[in-house]
């Protein structure tokens, strides 16, 4: 086996839900011809050893080798003749059946299946066995991607607008359009469907793999295919991409002088951004405070730190880490609460996840905020990303979280103390029942 630490380096340590691929086809994968064996080795090892929780080693390998045969299947080699060896559980000995299962597979079907398109199916097959929403796999392209988020820096070829489904049997509705962008000048609105891209009906598609098909080189055209708001017909709508740099917070004054603020994130430059529209919010005179986190997944671990330092005293116990071997760690307010704080309502659906659940459920406790919303997503913990080999990378789960009052929320999330759903009928009517009650909440306190 070869040693890590001449392979890959760790990047970064996140709160952050996996956002990793779809299950990737061979028709569909990453496109360059530079995969590795040593990708798989490096991705098998790192899941092995570096997990939080015991995996099965055997039960790591055996998922990969039957993701590469599902991958083939799904590009038409029906049966796929692909090995799968008897593993012992032990990595020594399993890491070369592995490599020699995969290559064999490879040299059999050379003509639909490149070493990179290996790697995007084995690796994202053993990261989805481990069962854990921290443990991801990254193609090359999403990896930088995810490290630029992660950093706050990130930018890509798009349309400039976000995607919601309420379950993952409804339609897909665009949830906001962004001003400026090849979205808003096509006449995109909120509340739209998207029923196909380039002709593709996307009705059983993930929204994260609507995204992946939306995105594209900057000046290429994408054609989606939208049933307008009120409508019952569709139409064709052709859009030429452009650079985008998400937003990582928005804000506004609503009436009544609440002020309203979106984070859809924790990258590294979160906290100075939050400051500057609470600032904003202060000058213009707000009396309360809206937070909403909806689909927000997480970010930097010191990123959730310093945002949540902003509201809660000085050396508060915010949340604590517990590695494999049982070490803790604790994070501390760091005594950057701001001098006065209005009451504060905290917006949260099934999308809220991670950092964003450990800022929800940390101003709940200590009775900073009230939350209204949905359930979160159950999805806390610490990953930490990894780079492999092939430009790809690599998100394990490597330790376990509660809330500084003790809460386990992985699995589990945080309850809102105001229930309020939100319908693939809101959604299409361009409603936002949830942000109301927030606001009533705001206004009346109750």
């Known amino acids: 086996?070869?040693?890590?630490?001449?392979?890959?380096?760790?990047?970064?340590?996140?709160?952050?839900?996996?956002?990793?691929?779809?299950?990737?086809?061979?028709?569909?994968?990453?496109?360059?011809?530079?995969?590795?064996?040593?990708?798989?080795?490096?991705?098998?090892?790192?899941?092995?050893?570096?997990?939080?929780?015991?995996?099965?080693?055997?039960?790591?390998?055996?998922?990969?080798?039957?993701?590469?045969?599902?991958?083939?299947?799904?590009?038409?080699?029906?049966?796929?003749?692909?090995?799968?060896?008897?593993?012992?559980?032990?990595?020594?000995?399993?890491?070369?059946?592995?490599?020699?299962?995969?290559?064999?597979?490879?040299?059999?079907?050379?003509?639909?299946?490149?070493?990179?398109?290996?790697?995007?199916?084995?690796?994202?097959?053993?990261?989805?066995?481990?069962?854990?929403?921290?443990?991801?796999?990254?193609?090359?392209?999403?990896?930088?991607?995810?490290?630029?988020?992660?950093?706050?820096?990130?930018?890509?070829?798009?349309?400039?607008?976000?995607?919601?489904?309420?379950?993952?049997?409804?339609?897909?509705?665009?949830?906001?359009?962004?001003?400026?962008?090849?979205?808003?000048?096509?006449?995109?609105?909120?509340?739209?469907?998207?029923?196909?891209?380039?002709?593709?009906?996307?009705?059983?598609?993930?929204?994260?793999?609507?995204?992946?098909?939306?995105?594209?080189?900057?000046?290429?055209?994408?054609?989606?295919?939208?049933?307008?708001?009120?409508q019952q017909t569709s139409r064709v709508v052709s859009i030429v991409r452009d650079q985008i740099q998400p937003p990582n917070v928005e804000y506004r004054m609503l009436p009544n002088q609440v002020g309203y603020v979106q984070l859809y994130g924790f990258p590294e430059n979160a906290a100075g951004q939050m400051k500057q529209a609470l600032d904003a919010l202060d000058r213009q005179g707000a009396r309360s405070w809206i937070i909403d986190v909806r689909d927000n997944g997480g970010g930097a671990i010191d990123s959730v730190t310093q945002v949540l330092s902003m509201f809660v005293p000085k050396n508060t116990l915010l949340f604590y880490l517990y590695d494999s071997t049982g070490k803790r760690t604790d994070y501390v307010a760091d005594g950057s609460v701001r001098s006065h704080l209005p009451p504060i309502t905290v917006l949260t659906n099934d999308g809220t996840g991670s950092g964003a659940e450990i800022f929800a459920a940390t101003l709940q406790d200590q009775k900073i905020a009230k939350v209204v919303g949905t359930q979160t997503a159950g999805c806390v913990g610490t990953g930490q990303l990894f780079s492999l080999p092939s430009g790809g990378g690599i998100q394990v789960a490597v330790a376990k979280l509660l809330t500084g009052q003790g809460r386990v929320l992985n699995q589990i999330g945080v309850t809102p103390d105001v229930t309020v759903d939100m319908t693939i009928q809101d959604l299409t009517a361009g409603k936002d029942p949830q942000l109301q009650r927030a606001y009533q909440l705001a206004v009346s306190g109750r």
């Not at 064996?37 to 080693?57: C, F, H, M, T, W």
């Not at 995969?102 to 199916?121: E, F, M, W």
């Open 1 to 230: 086996m070869k040693r890590l630490g001449a392979l890959l380096f760790a990047a970064y340590l996140v709160l952050a839900s996996g956002c990793g691929p779809a299950p990737p086809t061979i028709s569909s994968g990453s496109g360059a011809d530079a995969g590795s064996g040593d990708s798989i080795e490096v991705a098998y090892q790192l899941i092995v050893q570096k997990s939080v929780d015991p995996v099965n080693a055997a039960t790591v390998a055996t998922a990969g080798v039957n993701g590469l045969r599902v991958a083939l299947i799904q590009d038409g080699v029906t049966p796929p003749e692909v090995d799968v060896p008897h593993f012992t559980n032990d990595p020594a000995q399993d890491t070369p059946l592995l490599h020699d299962s995969v290559q064999t597979a490879i040299d059999r079907y050379s003509s639909k299946l490149t070493p990179s398109q290996a790697d995007d199916a084995v690796i994202a097959a053993m990261a989805k066995s481990v069962g854990d929403c921290h443990t991801t796999y990254f193609t090359p392209d999403q990896f930088k991607q995810q490290l630029a988020w992660v950093q706050g820096q990130m930018q890509f070829g798009g349309i400039g607008a976000s995607l919601r489904k309420t379950k993952p049997s409804d339609p897909l509705v665009i949830w906001r359009v962004f001003s400026g962008t090849p979205a808003a000048r096509a006449g995109l609105r909120e509340g739209d469907i998207i029923k196909a891209v380039d002709g593709h009906d996307i009705g059983s598609y993930t929204v994260q793999a609507v995204v992946d098909l939306v995105r594209g080189p900057v000046g290429k055209t994408v054609q989606l295919t939208i049933q307008p708001v009120g």
